[in-house]
């Protein structure tokens, strides 16, 4: 069974910055196209980033510019670095992967951006 383990997520004051990380739970699970997408109360999920096996990124405007996903895939991760936070940064983050042509999300990690 393929899990994804996020970690980084926190509370951080409005100007701050962090680093999600998504690992899938075993090494022979390759992660194809990683993505984040988060979810504020109250609100649906919502798209955030997302990138390919061979680097190509896309991100929605709301992040553009502040938020950049990476990869690493010696170490089968996913990275998300947020920078110049906002209070309306304030959700629920989730990774997402395709492993092996299969859609698997995280639990989900808390990103609380205080003004």
């Known amino acids: 069974q393929v899990q994804l383990v996020e970690s980084g997520g926190g509370l951080v004051q409005a100007g701050g910055s962090l680093r999600l990380s998504c690992t899938a739970s075993?090494?022979?699970?390759?992660?194809?196209?990683g993505a984040w997408y988060r979810q504020a109360p109250g609100k649906q999920r919502e798209f955030i980033a997302t990138?390919?096996?061979?680097?190509?990124?896309n991100y929605a405007d709301s992040v553009k510019g502040r938020f950049t996903i990476s990869r690493d895939n010696a170490k089968n991760t996913v990275y998300l670095q947020m920078n110049s936070l906002k209070p309306e940064d304030t959700a629920v983050y989730y990774c997402?992967?395709?492993?092996?042509?299969?859609?698997?999300w995280g639990q989900g990690t808390q990103v609380t951006v205080s003004s």
């Open positions: 997402n992967a395709v492993i092996s042509l299969r859609r698997y």
């Open positions: 075993e090494s022979i699970f390759t992660i194809n196209i």
């Open positions: 990138i390919t096996s061979s680097g190509s990124t």
